[in-house]
């Protein structure tokens, strides 16, 4: 409830800015650089079934990619992080991929996975991919030795080792790590939206709607807009998951 | 009855190896409680470890009530020196947690928790409990288990002193009413005479049996203050003190 508070006045907040520097300029330049916000919202509203369509086609994108990184990261970094020998001859191997920004590859992504919405997600899944697995290995590798003790002289076998300690030992960081990279995310969906031109149409996905309308500022800001909504959407996705898988780590905290 | 003959426990290979306990011979009867005492860093975790069936010894034998150890037993409870409960399941989970891995039925633990003084506080988390609270769970957990061995590493490390008097009492109480086989590693003297029976003592790493102390006076809350308790714990620091002087 409170944090709902604090949205709203920060939202409060950046409208004013806002408001202030399309007003700024349009007394500095002569003519209406940034469209006022109330005119960026009626645009989307006008156009709200391809605002409305974009916006879906990207958050699908997203929740498709955020649930493959996961089931492919979280289970390899517990993995690689919980085994002294996996990490020895993995770790070098996942160190030199990691920095690879996989917008890179963008043009052997296409010629593998054709032009339509496969090759969006395997872009985006990539990016999350490393970052939970990243987050996975550090984590698991850093398990008090104690938890560990205490179900091995319970009788543990490997497999309630990873269920009962290194899975919920690992969650909370990937958490972490997942939330910080929703930025990240979303900029190579953006990318990997709008590399191949105009494809699609506008309701085909927030990228190629800003950039079919980039003459038409109000609406190309209000599909900016919608990027914001889109991050702000799964970020608290996470956060909310992590408070429920997590519950421990916030007893006594509110 | 447990009985360990001419225990040898290595670690390490090569320029790293070291050689942590070293021919260590000893037995505890059915029902009597035996405490290990030695210098910090001796070797004694190492002896309950493999008693537990957790290391394997370089040479040896280890035998539990006529049987040799050679893995971790349902008979056998092992409490962790810290308690070793997981923060992320509640009291009532982390009690249940050792009967839940080996697959048996998960009763009677609101009576264990209740006789610990823990009612109450099963749907809490050990973030919100008294670090003596979180070790009456530990004990809680090992004895869910109806273990005939009671194997404990330290249970009352760095505690304040009445909470470790205090835990002390609860397992003296346990042993009377369960009669189970514990064995005991401390490095606090008057821990070690408040509960064993007898007394072993351990040299500096690599462990050897140096001396065994018969503590026949033990048994009563009361022992703590009478003057054969003193007399013992006054006997066991002057070997302990001539050992760190060698």
């Known amino acids: 409830m409170r944090q709902a508070l604090h949205y709203l006045v920060a939202a409060f907040a950046i409208f004013f800015l806002w408001a202030l520097a399309s007003f700024v300029l349009e007394q500095v330049k002569g003519w209406p650089v940034i469209p006022y916000p109330w005119s960026v919202a009626a645009a989307g509203i006008e156009y709200l079934p391809q605002w409305g369509s974009a916006f879906a086609s990207s958050a699908r994108r997203f929740f498709l990619s955020l649930i493959l990184a996961f089931a492919t990261g979280l289970p390899l970094g517990l993995l690689v992080g919980a085994s002294e020998r996996l990490h020895r001859w993995f770790s070098p191997l996942i160190y030199l991929l990691y920095p690879i920004p996989p917008i890179a590859l963008l043009f052997f992504l296409y010629m593998a996975f054709g032009v339509g919405e496969g090759v969006k997600v395997v872009t985006v899944s990539l990016t999350l991919f490393f970052q939970v697995l990243v987050a996975a290995i550090g984590a698991a590798r850093n398990i008090s030795p104690s938890y560990i003790l205490a179900v091995r002289t319970a009788g543990a076998n490997a497999l309630q080792l990873h269920r009962h300690v290194i899975l919920p030992a690992v969650l909370p960081e990937v958490f972490t790590a997942a939330r910080v990279s929703v930025g990240l995310g979303i900029t190579m969906l953006y990318i990997a939206e709008t590399k191949l031109g105009l494809l699609g149409g506008p309701g085909s996905g927030l990228g190629v709607f800003i950039e079919t309308y980039a003459m038409r500022t109000d609406l190309s800001l209000s599909g900016v807009v919608g990027l914001a909504f889109l991050g702000l959407l799964f970020y608290t996705f996470l956060e909310i998951l992590e408070r429920w898988l997590c519950r421990w780590k916030y007893v006594g905290k509110g | ?246």
């Not at chain 2, 006076?217 to 703590?224: L, P, S, V």
């Open chain 2, 1 to 246: 009855m447990i009985s360990v003959e001419a225990l040898r426990i290595e670690y390490g290979r090569g320029r790293r190896h070291t050689l942590a306990v070293e021919e260590v011979s000893f037995r505890v009867e059915d029902g009597e409680s035996v405490a290990l005492i030695g210098p910090s860093g001796c070797g004694k975790t190492s002896i309950l470890l493999a008693i537990d069936g957790i290391i394997r010894p370089a040479s040896g034998r280890i035998i539990i009530r006529g049987e040799e150890v050679r893995g971790v037993r349902r008979d056998v409870a092992f409490i962790t020196q810290d308690a070793g409960l997981l923060p992320w399941k509640t009291v009532r989970q982390n009690a249940e947690l050792a009967l839940r891995l080996q697959r048996r039925p998960r009763e009677g633990i609101q009576e264990i928790l209740r006789s610990l003084g823990l009612g109450g506080f099963e749907n809490r988390y050990p973030a919100e409990l008294s670090e003596g609270m979180r070790r009456r769970v530990g004990i809680a957990r090992a004895l869910a288990l109806r273990p005939e061995v009671f194997l404990m590493d330290e249970p009352m490390a760095n505690l304040d002193t009445l909470t470790r008097e205090r835990i002390q009492e609860i397992i003296l109480r346990l042993w009377h009413m369960y009669r189970f086989t514990g064995l005991l590693v401390t490095h606090d003297i008057e821990e070690a005479v408040f509960l064993g029976q007898r007394i072993i003592i351990l040299s500096p790493r690599p462990a050897r049996v140096v001396e065994v102390i018969e503590n026949p006076g033990m048994g009563e809350a009361e022992y703590r203050r009478s003057e054969e308790f003193y007399r013992v714990v006054a006997r066991a620091r002057e070997i302990l003190k001539s050992l760190e002087e060698k």
